[in-house]
């Protein structure tokens, strides 16, 4: 929302911009009155100058604004003023688009890219919960990624392998990835785990199936 505010903002300014230089008149104007915004805590104050041109008439539109205080009375700067008198005068210099229309599609982009990455995080979530819904759609996933066309009669004697020969880590859990197994629940797992004398741990698995002699909350086999 932020990038979206500051995409916008910058993009008035810019077209303030252009539309100043397309219409505007440069000319020479003398400084009659200077005068800054009044303090309102830690927001910028900025500051005014009321202009005349050499003839004596009054700059149209509203007065000169600098974020810091540049000229003086009686000082005289070339200024491209707005002949409708609409749009505030500015020097040449500021009235130059070329960094606003940038910084614009810089915000534009950056504004895209965080639609897309929410919307990306959106499906991707989405995604998950559908596969974690539909078990059958990742194992199929997985098989199609890896090539792995085992049977479950296969991954369970594979498991049963790893249960005897991987070792425990130092709370005693042998770890295995379910991913290994993609015909096999969490609840087979753990038939088989049990018929080797050993439990599945339900909690806090991380991503991994987990086995050890005793566990904190073990998942039911039957």
Not at 195 to 210: H, I, K, V
């Amino acid at each position: 929302m932020f990038t979206s505010l500051m995409c916008v903002f910058v993009a008035d300014v810019a077209r303030e911009d252009l539309t100043l230089q397309g219409r505007g008149e440069k000319v020479t104007a003398t400084v009659v009155k200077v005068w800054r915004d009044p303090a309102q805590g830690r927001k910028a104050r900025d500051y005014h100058y009321a202009l005349e041109r050499r003839d004596g008439r009054e700059v149209q539109g509203p007065p000169l604004t600098t974020p810091s205080d540049l000229y003086a009375v009686g000082q005289e700067t070339t200024v491209i003023e707005d002949p409708e008198g609409e749009l505030k005068p500015q020097t040449p210099g500021q009235a130059d688009a070329t960094g606003d229309a940038l910084g614009s599609g810089a915000f534009a982009l950056a504004a895209l890219a965080t639609v897309e990455w929410m919307a990306w995080r959106g499906s991707d979530a989405a995604g998950r919960r559908d596969a974690r819904k539909r078990p059958g759609a990742t194992r199929r996933a997985y098989k199609a990624a890896t090539g792995d066309h085992s049977t479950p009669e296969e991954q369970e004697e594979r498991l049963r392998e790893a249960l005897r020969t991987y070792p425990a880590d130092r709370r005693g859990y042998i770890k295995v990835a379910p991913e290994s197994y993609p015909d096999l629940t969490h609840q087979r797992a753990a038939r088989i785990a049990w018929e080797m004398g050993l439990r599945a741990e339900a909690s806090g698995d991380r991503g991994s199936w987990r086995f050890g002699e005793t566990v904190v909350e073990e998942v039911p086999h039957q």
